[in-house]
């Protein structure tokens, strides 16, 4: 069974950085993009950008070039996501999630969510 | 980048009742994925490329559009429907629509 175990809530200042985890299981984690979508609260998904574990290959969405850092650990199944110079803007719910369907751009598998609170 | 736009915003619908979610794409796109997203959980995947169910999600929900113009039809709401709803499309990159929460009354 395909899972993504996300890491705990995270409080942050302003201008810090946090970096946060998803676990994956039940599937290749080399074999698979990890994509990352933002959601604040109250509002629609965001697509951050996406890892490919196998060979490490990174894609952004434009908006997020700067803010994102994509990397993942093969050998623990991880990916990770470190976002920088954080503002009230970056407080959201991020999640990790897959495409397991061959030549298919629907997410499938998703995280349970990490939530990112930005305050003083 | 696409923009999708969700219609309507808030929809409020009675047991039973058949109703139908809207996404309009600022340009054609080939095919829309729909995600439901109950209070507290992550996106649950209900139907991709336009109009094939997603594994386990019941019958009365369906898919259907082409273009700009795609949509999301519940036969006969239950209860364990309310949630919110979001369009999903891959162009040259993933966007999503705003979202429509759907309430039953």
């Known amino acids: 069974e395909v899972q993504l175990q996300q890491s705990g809530t995270v409080l942050a200042r302003p201008g810090a950085s946090v970096k946060m985890s998803c676990k994956a299981s039940?599937?290749?984690?080399?074999?698979?993009?990890m994509h990352w979508v933002k959601q604040r609260p109250g509002q629609g998904l965001e697509w951050i950008g996406a890892?490919?574990?196998?060979?490490?290959?990174?894609s952004y969405n434009q908006k997020f070039k700067g803010k994102a850092k994509l990397t993942a650990v093969t050998s623990t199944s991880t990916a990770y996501m470190e976002l920088s110079s954080l503002t009230n803007e970056d407080s959201a719910v991020y999640y990790c999630?897959?495409?397991?369907?061959?030549?298919?751009?629907?997410?499938?598998?998703w995280g349970q969510g990490t939530t990112l609170t930005v305050s003083s | 980048q696409i923009v999708l736009t969700q219609s309507p915003a808030i929809m409020s619908a009675s047991l039973g009742e058949e109703i139908t979610l809207t996404c309009s794409a600022s340009?054609?796109?080939?095919?829309m994925h729909w995600y439901q997203q109950k209070s507290g959980t992550s996106p649950k995947l209900l139907i991709y490329?336009?109009?094939n169910l997603a594994s386990g999600v019941p019958s009365r929900f369906s898919g259907s559009g082409s273009g700009t113009f795609y949509s999301l039809t519940i036969s006969s709401v239950e209860a364990e429907d309310a949630a919110d709803y979001y369009c999903h499309q891959w162009s040259s990159y993933p966007t999503f629509g705003g979202g429509t929460k759907l309430e039953i009354k």
């Open positions: 890892i490919y574990p196998g060979n490490s290959d990174t």
């Open positions: 039940g599937y290749t984690f080399t074999s698979y993009w």
């Open positions: 340009s054609s796109v080939s095919y």
């Open positions: 999630t897959i495409i397991t369907t061959v030549v298919a751009t629907e997410f499938d598998y």
């Open positions: 490329s336009t109009s």
